[in-house]
């Protein structure tokens, strides 16, 4: 598939999100990777992203290849929840805006993408597409405002419609969307039905690991010579990492099993303070690490974890299930019922998925893998093709330089 797309039309391709480097995030780390291989493919990439630290409209500069085009506009990130809604609906305003001051003022490309979340980019986009004639690849990860809905951090009401509205206007500028699973193309049902929009499947991907050494190392902590469950990654709502703590207390009496979390986020702290109040010497935290030192990370660890909040409806694949999956690691993975995810890791034999709020169910299910992964010379091996099937950057660069190619 790799080979084929080299010899196919090279694109002018626009590429719109408000994360890239460096940020540190799944999704910066998503788009730092697609970005290298829409370069590695030849095309002629242009990533813009809002800047509210510039002193000026724009500033370009080269990223591997692909020329990153930061526009000022509203702060987003870490005000109050109200200040930031306005100023997501005015970014989008303010980054064309300056988009035109810029050199690349009057630019038409071959194809627009664009990244959800956020979801107010829409006009931008529309803008775009329409002065250059061309087609818009939207890659959802995830659904909202519905997410926010299904955790009961929102209800139906006025706030709901609001997103409701900007979601959907994105969805009607957008020529086809990619998911990232099966379960989730339900969703767009309607939005299909009219003739010429595409809706498929967009696996996440990841690019191949990086040799750089981990400032973590696992034998200087009072876990060294444990086997390690890991979890690397926010620490947010959604993610109900409290989970694993519980699961490390209910462990406690296994003096050769530790818990090594990594990461920032909303519930970093409460979750610190929950662990020293349960005295659990089995967990260790360390604030978030460079995306590159990961696959070091995770040779020094065993199983790797990923935890949903059960309240979810909607499917994903999370990031750091491929950086598991890259790395050999089979992953203990709790999530919400029916999630395309449980299916696959049964599927494949990479790990053992729990779908109910049971600390016994996970408890039995991470002593069961626990003992696999020292029983099952394989399953490193199953773990790694899974990934090199699936979650590949030329996959899904090919994908989508294709779906924007099609007349």
């Given at each position: 598939?790799?080979?084929k797309?080299?010899?196919?039309?090279?694109?002018?391709?626009?590429?719109?999100?408000?994360?890239f480097p460096?940020?540190r995030?799944?999704?910066?780390?998503?788009?730092r990777d697609?970005?290298r291989?829409?370069?590695?493919?030849?095309?002629?990439l242009?990533?813009?992203l809002?800047?509210a630290?510039?002193?000026?409209?724009?500033a370009?500069?080269?990223?591997?290849?692909?020329?990153?085009?930061?526009?000022?506009a509203?702060p987003?990130k870490e005000i109050g929840?109200?200040r930031r809604t306005?100023?997501e609906f005015v970014m989008?305003f303010?980054m064309?805006?300056n988009?035109?001051?810029?050199?690349?003022?009057?630019?038409?490309?071959?194809?627009?993408?664009?990244y959800?979340?956020?979801?107010?980019?829409?006009?931008m986009?529309s803008?775009?597409k329409r002065?250059?004639g061309c087609?818009?690849?939207l890659?959802?990860?995830d659904i909202?405002?519905?997410?926010?809905v299904?955790?009961?951090?929102?209800?139906?009401g006025?706030?709901?419609?609001?997103?409701?509205?900007?979601?959907r206007?994105?969805?009607?500028i957008?020529?086809?969307?990619g998911?990232?699973?099966?379960?989730?193309l339900?969703?767009?049902?309607?939005?299909?039905?009219?003739?010429?929009?595409?809706?498929e499947?967009?696996?996440?991907?990841?690019?191949k690991?990086?040799?750089v050494?981990?400032s973590i190392?696992?034998?200087?902590?009072?876990?060294?010579g444990r086997?390690?469950f890991v979890?690397a990654?926010?620490?947010g709502?959604?993610?109900?990492v409290?989970?694993?703590?519980d699961?490390?207390?209910?462990m406690?009496?296994?003096?050769?099993?530790g818990f090594l979390l990594?990461?920032?986020?909303?519930?970093?702290?409460?979750l610190?303070?929950?662990?020293?109040?349960l005295?659990?010497?089995?967990?260790v935290?360390?604030?978030?690490?460079?995306?590159?030192?990961?696959?070091?990370l995770?040779?020094?660890?065993?199983i790797?974890?990923?935890s949903?909040?059960?309240?979810?409806?909607?499917h994903?694949?999370?990031?750091?299930f491929?950086?598991y999956m890259?790395?050999?690691?089979p992953?203990?993975?709790?999530?919400?019922p029916g999630n395309?995810?449980?299916?696959?890791i049964?599927?494949?034999?990479?790990?053992?998925e729990?779908?109910s709020?049971?600390?016994?169910?996970?408890?039995?299910?991470?002593?069961?893998?626990?003992v696999?992964?020292?029983?099952?010379?394989e399953l490193p091996?199953?773990?790694?093709r899974l990934f090199?099937?699936?979650f590949s950057?030329?996959q899904a660069?090919t994908q989508?330089?294709?779906?924007?190619?099609?007349?």
């Amino acid at each position: 598939m790799y080979g084929k797309s080299t010899e196919r039309r090279q694109m002018r391709i626009a590429l719109i999100a408000d994360t890239f480097p460096p940020l540190r995030t799944s999704g910066a780390v998503q788009l730092r990777d697609l970005s290298r291989e829409f370069a590695r493919q030849g095309h002629q990439l242009t990533v813009m992203l809002p800047a509210a630290e510039l002193d000026r409209p724009w500033a370009i500069e080269d990223f591997d290849g692909v020329t990153v085009l930061r526009l000022r506009a509203p702060p987003t990130k870490e005000i109050g929840y109200v200040r930031r809604t306005w100023n997501e609906f005015v970014m989008p305003f303010a980054m064309l805006r300056n988009l035109r001051k810029s050199p690349l003022a009057g630019q038409r490309w071959d194809g627009i993408v664009w990244y959800a979340p956020s979801i107010f980019h829409g006009p931008m986009v529309s803008a775009l597409k329409r002065e250059s004639g061309c087609k818009g690849y939207l890659i959802i990860r995830d659904i909202f405002p519905e997410w926010a809905v299904d955790m009961g951090l929102m209800g139906r009401g006025l706030p709901y419609r609001f997103f409701d509205a900007i979601a959907r206007y994105q969805y009607s500028i957008a020529d086809v969307i990619g998911v990232q699973t099966p379960g989730n193309l339900a969703y767009f049902n309607r939005w299909r039905r009219r003739s010429g929009r595409v809706l498929e499947v967009l696996q996440n991907w990841l690019d191949k690991p990086s040799n750089v050494r981990c400032s973590i190392r696992v034998s200087e902590t009072p876990l060294a010579g444990r086997k390690l469950f890991v979890y690397a990654g926010n620490m947010g709502v959604a993610q109900s990492v409290g989970i694993v703590l519980d699961l490390a207390q209910r462990m406690a009496s296994r003096t050769d099993v530790g818990f090594l979390l990594v990461g920032r986020g909303s519930e970093a702290r409460r979750l610190r303070e929950k662990a020293q109040a349960l005295g659990l010497t089995n967990v260790v935290f360390f604030d978030e690490i460079d995306p590159d030192e990961i696959p070091d990370l995770y040779a020094q660890c065993r199983i790797g974890i990923v935890s949903l909040d059960l309240r979810h409806r909607s499917h994903n694949i999370p990031g750091k299930f491929l950086t598991y999956m890259q790395s050999g690691l089979p992953a203990l993975v709790r999530l919400n019922p029916g999630n395309d995810l449980a299916e696959l890791i049964r599927s494949e034999r990479v790990g053992e998925e729990c779908q109910s709020d049971q600390l016994d169910e996970l408890v039995a299910k991470a002593e069961r893998l626990l003992v696999q992964v020292e029983t099952d010379a394989e399953l490193p091996g199953r773990c790694r093709r899974l990934f090199d099937q699936r979650f590949s950057t030329e996959q899904a660069a090919t994908q989508i330089a294709d779906a924007l190619s099609v007349p």
